[in-house]
């Protein structure tokens, strides 16, 4: 049988569906062709490229400033850790430094993007598997942290806020309370998330040990960020790696057992729990001071070189490449997605599920189609 | 038998606990808004669609390099003698383009800034024409756009402008 997705010789007793690419569980376009006997898959094989922009391509053409614009429609839901992940490589060439405040701005922003992105997920895992109500409360507070976004850059989505050397501009003054306002109105809300939809039997059923990847084949297919420490893989690049000043932070990493769909749901939701925490910690630092450090030109250009930085984004490991010729531009840059990498080892854990359950599985993985296309 | 009655018991406890957040939420008061005839007023700052003033401009060019889009363009107007003077002839944005990223913003020297975000996120067009806004000396802010059928200037009827929300201009 060929790899291709398409018209793939099957048996008498065998059934091609394709899953998507417009169907509402894969969130965006991805396209998953599946081969059946009765109800178990014997054969998947995502197709992706529907989103395909070019745009590791496109900031060859474009400035380094150019290229944050660039940075913030990859992972749109959270926008704010590719903008950190670009200009820590951006600055590790040009060899710049970050004020304090802009760094504790910067790692609040993408904590609270963490939250909002795995807000998202949560709504949307439990649609998929029939629970609407969670999805109508995961949005409300999502809401809450886009009008900090929109107060603090202007946008809703794609920031560009986090930029070479320093942030965009300085929170208003209202922006601290109102964050920890909405931090204390979003910690008892977890605890209800817990009892609309962790704990219920209904939804245990249909995660609960449904799509387990072991600890061995985590590693193996280089899954990153919740997916991986569902599997009980310790391994967080703001503790092993620490940048932005994480290391002056004090969290724990989540940690899965049996890496099913239910752990890796679980582990975002505890994940949120560790953002609230950073989130504090990085208010409480928010001394007043400079925003932007010095010696970014309006037309960067790097000494040659190159630099690798990766960052813990909400979706993974997130890094980036960036091969500097002395230009304007970027010589080559080169993302490492994480939903890209996660979402291959679909191919080998939907074999011998069932097909109810691709949809938990497929959930489970959290991808944004913007990341893995590009 | 008894295990089938305890899972059905167990889930129906469960969907009660669930029904009670769901009932609690209830009681509050609605987060919700009534969109086309209630309209939430974006923060200060807010980067919606771009607003630019042809008297402020001095034709500098830095906004059209400060763009990632490369979507504004402008001419330099010439005075009688034919020596370029600095302002514009005419200044243009494609919005069918436009990142909303505030860089051409930033970029630019003049005080007020000759272009700049409203807070209008009402943008919608229902012509690829109209997402090429053209701004020349008389027109006002907002802009106008080129109808390639008619061949003349035409009011961006497809937008619905959030007329209260300007933060320099009122209408
Ligand atoms: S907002 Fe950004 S994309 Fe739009 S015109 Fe200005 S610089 Fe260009
Ligand atoms: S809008 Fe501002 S930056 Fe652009 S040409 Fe005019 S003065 Fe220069």
Known sequence: ?374 | MIQYFSEVFGAFFAILKGMSVTFKTMLKPSITVQYPTEKLVPFSGFRGALLFDAETCISCNQCVKACPSYCIQLENAVNETGKKVAKVAWYSIDFGKCNFCRLCEESCPTKPKAVWHSKDYELTFFRRDEMVRCWKKGFDFVGLYWDRATKDFRKPEGQVQIQTTQERFQY
């Open chain 1, 1 to 374: 049988m060929s790899n291709s997705p398409a018209a793939p010789e099957l048996k008498s007793d065998q059934l091609f569906v394709n899953l998507g690419p417009q169907h509402p569980s894969t969130h965006g376009v991805l396209r998953v062709g599946l081969t059946i006997e009765g109800e178990i898959v014997v054969k998947a094989v995502p197709d992706i490229g529907y989103l395909h922009r070019g745009t590791e391509k496109l900031a060859e053409l474009r400035g380094y400033h150019h290229c944050v614009v660039i940075s913030d429609r990859w992972d749109y839901l959270s926008a704010m850790n590719n903008n950190l992940m670009f200009c820590l490589a951006a600055e590790k060439l040009l060899k710049v430094e970050v004020p304090e405040r802009a760094q504790h701005l910067r790692v609040a922003m993408c904590e609270l993007n963490r939250i909002a992105s795995h807000l998202l997920f949560f709504g949307t895992f439990g649609i998929d598997m029939g629970a609407f109500t969670a999805f109508l409360h995961a949005f409300r507070e999502r809401e809450m942290v886009l009008d900090l976004f929109e107060m603090s850059c202007g946008a809703r989505l794609t920031y560009n806020y986090i930029r070479l050397a320093g942030v965009m501009k300085d929170v208003p003054d209202a922006w601290v309370a109102r964050c920890r306002e909405f931090l204390e109105f979003f910690k008892p809300r977890l605890k209800e998330y817990d009892e609309l939809l962790s704990f219920n039997p209904i939804f245990l059923d249909r995660t609960k040990g449904v799509g387990a990847i072991s600890k061995a084949a985590a590693v193996d297919w280089g899954l990153s960020g919740p997916n991986l420490r569902a599997s009980g893989v310790d391994y967080d690049a703001r503790k092993s790696e620490p940048y932005s000043g994480y290391e002056k932070y004090d969290f724990d990493v989540p940690l899965g057992g049996d890496g099913d769909c239910w752990d890796r749901y679980y582990c975002r939701v505890r994940e949120m729990h560790e953002s609230i925490k950073i989130v504090e910690q990085a208010l409480a630092k928010l001394q007043p001071g400079p925003i932007l450090g010095k010696g970014v030109a309006k037309v960067p250009k790097p000494v040659p070189g190159e630099a690798y930085v990766h960052v813990e984004g909400a979706r993974g490991d997130l890094g980036c490449y960036l091969v500097s010729d002395g230009n304007m531009a970027p010589y080559r840059m080169h993302i490492r997605a994480p939903s890209f990498i996660n979402l291959a080892i679909l191919q080998e854990m939907l074999v011998g599920e069932r097909m109810s359950d691709v949809i938990a599985i497929l959930g489970s993985i959290d991808i944004v189609l913007g990341e893995v296309d590009r």
